[in-house]
């Protein structure tokens, strides 16, 4: 028997607030990750380390799915974070350049497949009715803790490249996520999870055009974030000579549109769909991401308000996205829920090859017009996909 699939508001808000704490401890290091890695890697190594971590993560996307068939979804999020633990405590207090980046590779690969058990509990109490209402809400709340973690994180910096303290910080997270998750799923009952091979998982989703359209998109908007979240911060602190206190207000700033306007327009999915809102946002991050190439001006306020108006664009096609795919999948799905996941790390295969094939024909400013055109190839396969009600 699985775990019933009806509207239960107390679980629904306690999952968000696992999440939230989840967020947390993976974006206060997060926009400082690269700063640090950078201390003893170039920037096209830094960049390599990203692309070996996406490729262990797409592997624990096929494989999870069949450890949590065998030990259920409650434990696995349990050995995970234990995991995480462990990896965090080796990051923080390891020297060896060596160490510091397989720590660095295995922990960036478990974090991905923690979300990915949240995402598994939201999904057993979320019914066909509210997708976009419960989807938008659990993400508002998610990226709620975007707004406060790089905040936290330069002032853990400190202007003094204390890239650790952001580790320590992570890590102490961990703690009352753990309990969190031990209190409130020990009687999760799993359903019957579909077990395909990866061959038949890829033959599945390539067989249904509107599943290929998704995941091309959702692949946009992840290189998306991940160029943003590797090149960006380095962007700003070397090239515009901000300090770490002023990238941690431009952030703040920016990633206001994620928590304020995500649940309304969750909800607003439920009755219009998601098309038109898709299509709009990514032409929103299209044209303001290519107007950063402009910006030269050492201002706090020219660069947060540019790249608040990008995370406008970014939030709306999120949540839209989200919506879509949580209509079409159920929880017996976890292979399919993975394989979309997978988009995340492939992302971080395409951006560093965005900044490398740039890179050699243009400056960094106009790297920004690269991924701001590339935003623009969503529109296309936005508009073949079909409306699900």
């Known amino acids: 028997m699985s775990t019933p699939r009806i509207p239960r508001s107390h679980i629904i808000y306690t999952i968000a607030i696992i999440g939230f704490i989840y967020t947390l401890h993976l974006v206060i290091?997060?926009?400082?990750?690269?700063?640090?890695l950078s201390l003893f890697a170039d920037e096209r190594t830094v960049g390599f380390i990203y692309m070996i971590g996406s490729a262990l993560s797409i592997l624990g996307f096929l494989f999870t799915p069949h450890m949590?068939?065998?030990?259920?979804?409650?434990?696995?999020?349990?050995?995970?974070?234990?995991?995480?633990?462990?990896?965090l405590w080796v990051l923080i207090t390891?020297?060896?350049?060596?160490?510091?980046?397989?720590?660095?590779?295995?922990?960036?690969?478990?974090?991905?497949?923690i979300g990915f058990t949240l995402d598994l509990f939201l999904e057993a109490y979320t019914d066909?009715?509210?997708?976009?209402?419960?989807?938008?809400?659990?993400?508002?709340?998610?990226?709620?803790?975007?707004?406060?973690?790089?905040?936290?994180?330069?002032?853990?910096?400190?202007?003094?490249?204390?890239?650790h303290n952001t580790y320590v910080a992570a890590l102490a997270m961990l703690f009352?996520?753990?309990?969190?998750?031990?209190?409130?799923?020990?009687?999760?009952?799993d359903p019957k999870y579909d077990h395909p091979s990866p061959l038949q998982l890829v033959r599945h989703i390539g067989s249904?055009?509107?599943?290929?359209?998704?995941?091309?998109?959702?692949?946009?908007?992840?290189?998306?974030?991940?160029?943003?979240?590797?090149?960006?911060?380095?962007?700003?602190?070397?090239?515009?000579?901000?300090?770490?206190?002023?990238?941690?207000?431009?952030?703040?700033i920016m990633l206001i549109p994620f928590p304020l306007i995500q649940y309304p327009l969750g909800v607003m999915s439920d009755k219009i769909g998601e098309k038109k809102i898709m299509s709009w946002g990514?032409?929103?991050?299209?044209?303001?991401?290519?107007?950063?190439?402009?910006?030269?001006a050492k201002s706090v306020i020219i660069w947060a308000i540019f790249l608040f108006i990008t995370r406008v664009g970014a939030a709306s096609a999120e949540i839209m996205i989200e919506s879509y795919f949580f209509k079409k999948v159920s929880l017996k799905d976890a292979p399919i829920l993975g394989a979309f996941r997978i988009t995340r790390p492939?992302?971080?295969?395409?951006?560093?090859?965005?900044?490398?094939?740039?890179?050699m024909f243009t400056t960094h400013e106009y790297v920004f017009v690269l991924v701001g055109l590339f935003c623009f190839v969503a529109i296309y396969p936005i508009m073949t996909m079909k409306e699900v009600k």
């Open 128 to 163: 066909g009715i509210h997708v976009g209402k419960i989807r938008g809400l659990y993400t508002a709340t998610l990226n709620a803790s975007w707004v406060i973690a790089p905040l936290l994180g330069t002032m853990l910096i400190n202007g003094n490249y204390n890239y």
């Open 208 to 252: 249904d055009a509107n599943w290929v359209r998704l995941f091309s998109v959702n692949t946009i908007l992840q290189t998306f974030y991940a160029w943003m979240v590797i090149y960006s911060p380095i962007y700003l602190n070397t090239v515009i000579g901000f300090t770490w206190e002023d990238i941690g207000i431009i952030l703040v």
């Open 68 to 87: 949590i068939r065998r030990v259920g979804n409650y434990t696995a999020s349990l050995w995970l974070v234990c995991i995480q633990i462990l990896l």
């Open 282 to 296: 990514f032409i929103i991050m299209g044209i303001s991401t290519i107007a950063l190439a402009l910006i030269t």
């Open 29 to 36: 290091p997060m926009y400082s990750n690269s700063s640090f």
């Open 94 to 113: 390891a020297s060896d350049p060596t160490i510091i980046v397989i720590a660095f590779i295995l922990q960036y690969a478990v974090v991905s497949l």
């Open 176 to 189: 009352p996520l753990l309990y969190l998750i031990y209190r409130n799923f020990p009687r999760f009952k």
């Open 346 to 359: 492939i992302s971080y295969f395409l951006a560093p090859l965005i900044t490398g094939i740039g890179l």
